[in-house]
């Protein structure tokens, strides 16, 4: 069975500095990992995506994650934060075929 | 293009009683999924339905939740009758396609089981 761990569930950053919210998975096939943000009383946005192709995805807002097949990863980060991507993460995944599953979440909180 | 629509926003009932969600989805999308996001937890999927077909209710606990997608647009959950334990936001998103494609969430009904 497909499975997502997101380890923390908290991150603080300062302002300006670069922040890295982590996520690692478990599939048995080739997975489609998605990243998606939900701010307080609104529903969940999607970020970025990745299918297949290059390991650096970009998306929204500034966003990148690498996917690292060996280590079976898909960190988010930005180079320097703002203190409006205060919001929970959330980390999916899904195989060919199987369900979507995502992770728990982790609250980041960006200090002015 | 207009987002994923919800109603009710918010629902209070109480415990054995029953109710209804209603989510449209965006036009065009084929694929519909409902979302159970109990506090502090990542969303759980219930139902996945392929145009008006179920693809997955795998996790739908069927003996009081029912979901429905006559003509493959609009789609309703229920429960009945709630439980505490339901209380939960509950999510629709739509997409495309059912497996590469991004999902767009609507705004979720927040329902209180007393």
């Known amino acids: 069975a497909q499975s997502v761990a997101q380890p923390e569930d908290q991150v603080n950053v300062a302002e300006g500095n670069p922040l890295t919210v982590k996520c690692t998975y478990s599939?048995?096939?080739?997975?489609?990992l998605f990243w998606y943000v939900q701010y307080p009383n609104r529903g969940l946005q999607f970020l970025l995506k990745y299918i297949t192709g290059d390991n650096l995805v970009k998306g929204s807002y500034g966003f990148e994650a690498e996917f690292n097949k060996s280590q079976t990863s898909f960190h988010l980060k930005k180079p320097s934060a703002l203190v409006s991507d205060s919001a929970l993460y959330f980390c999916a995944v899904r195989d060919y075929g199987q369900n979507f599953v995502f992770g728990p979440g982790t609250r980041l909180s960006v200090l002015p | 293009e207009a987002g994923v629509a919800q109603s009710p926003r918010y629902k209070i009932i109480e415990k054995r009683q029953s109710v209804a969600f209603w989510c449209n989805p965006i036009?065009?999308?084929?694929?519909l999924y409902w979302y159970q996001q109990i506090l502090g937890q990542g969303p759980k999927l219930l139902i996945q339905f392929q145009n008006n077909g179920v693809v997955d209710d795998s996790q739908l606990p069927k003996d009081r939740f029912s979901a429905e997608r006559l003509k493959g647009v609009d789609s309703t959950l229920k429960i009945q009758p709630a439980k505490l334990e339901d209380s939960a936001v509950y999510l629709c998103a739509s997409s495309f396609d059912a497996y590469q494609e991004t999902q767009y969430f609507g705004p979720g009904t927040r329902l209180l089981v007393l």
């Open positions: 036009s065009g999308h084929a694929t």
């Open positions: 599939v048995s096939g080739n997975p489609y």
